[in-house]
């Protein structure tokens, strides 16, 4: 558990220093921080196949749907934001949005402490990075437009590939997201 926790403690930390330390994140530059990110992403990986902890639900056909729904959701918020899509305009952070859907997504089929750690705590960090930002700069412009159809529906297909190539990655590493 400690290495999972290692990760994420990397992870916040890593991507809160450009807010309340930006000196130390600007010695660190582009690549120290990437590499930070590396590392924590490694680390809760890591952490999270050789954390064992209490049990208290497993996956089902329902939960993996919902999960699933949410997930290509979230894939989609990503895509949005990249293309300026006009839900942009509605949200102020689409991709932490998406990365906090994403993170709640996975608790619901994972009924495991690890899970709770590393979901629960990327979740976490998801919020607390859009209050920190919201609190560091207040003013907000969303994009004024135009948002053409054609960018809403390679940013809905998008999602779909995406979703799609892990879905497939997770089945390779033995996670099966589409089935009971």
């Not at 450009?18 to 924590?40: D, E, H, N």
């Not at 300026?84 to 305009?89: A, Q, V």
């Not at 629960?120 to 907000?140: D, F, K, Q, S, T």
């Amino acid at each position: 558990m400690l290495i999972l926790i290692l990760g994420l403690a990397l992870w916040w930390g890593a991507h809160l220093l450009k807010r309340l330390a930006p000196q130390a994140r600007a010695r660190l530059g582009r690549g120290g921080v990437a590499g930070l990110l590396l590392l924590s992403v490694v680390l809760m990986v890591v952490g999270y196949r050789m954390t064992d902890g209490p049990y208290w639900w497993g996956a089902s056909a329902p939960l993996k749907g919902v999960n699933n729904l949410l997930v290509l959701a979230a894939f989609y918020l990503f895509a949005a934001d990249g293309m300026k899509t006009r839900i942009t305009r509605h949200l102020r952070h689409p991709q932490l949005t998406g990365f906090a859907l994403w993170a709640f997504a996975h608790l619901l089929p994972n009924g495991d402490l690890p899970s709770f750690v590393l979901f629960g705590g990327l979740l976490l960090w998801a919020l607390v990075e859009m209050a920190v930002i919201n609190r560091a700069e207040p003013r907000w412009t969303p994009p004024a437009g135009p948002f053409p159809a054609r960018k809403e529906a390679m940013a809905a297909v998008g999602a779909i590939i995406v979703m799609l190539v892990v879905g497939l990655i997770h089945a390779w590493l033995g996670y099966n997201p589409f089935g009971g």
